[in-house]
Structures are given as C-alpha cells and as structure tokens.
C-alpha cells in the first residue's frame, strides 16, 4: 500500500514567515536536537515524516527553545514548521551514523 499525502498551504504574508530558520544537530546519545529560530516569539508545529509519508514526530515548540528528538532512526525525512495554518519552513532531513544534513 503507497501512501501519499498532500498539503496545502497557507501563502504566508506575515514579517515571521521567511525569517524563520529551522536548525538540526545531534546530541552525543543520538537525538537529534532541534531549534526554530523566528523574528518573534511563538509557539510552532513541528511535524517530521518518513519518505514513505507517515507522520514520525508531531510537537508544538515555542521558538528559540531546543526540542530534543529521541528514537530517530537512520534515513531521509521531511520537515514542516507551521505557525496557526501558516507554513514557516519546511525542508529534507538526512540522518546518517556521523551527521545531519539538512536543507
């Protein structure tokens, strides 16, 4: 069974959308760390799928604080950060053995 998803959007017009810049880096127990840094304080979804399209890690943060990910394994992931149904970033995650790639 191939799973799909689809999501639409919100064009984002605010001053906090394309300003904001999602940051990855793993810990030496190997989880992954992750810092969402914006022009203003707010609380963001993270969510973080599989390439096979299945929901792995959905958390609200408030940016500039660290979110620690456990029990990431291996692979290639898709990231989106929403703010109220607006999309401030988003990009591919790569998580190998040695380091995190990510765009």
Do not use: P
């Amino acid at each position: 069974m191939m799973l799909l998803f689809f999501y639409k959007a919100k064009v984002y017009n605010n001053s906090t959308a394309g300003k904001t810049i999602t940051y990855f880096s793993k810990t030496t127990n190997g989880k992954i760390n992750v810092q969402i840094k914006a022009v203003r304080n707010s609380n963001v979804e993270f969510y973080l799928f599989d390439f096979a399209g299945e929901l792995t890690e959905k958390k609200i943060i408030e940016t500039k604080s660290i979110l620690t990910l456990s029990e990431i394994k291996k692979g290639e992931y898709l990231y989106q950060c929403f703010e109220k149904d607006i999309q401030l970033t988003s990009g591919k995650l790569s998580i190998n053995q040695n380091r995190i790639i990510y765009n």
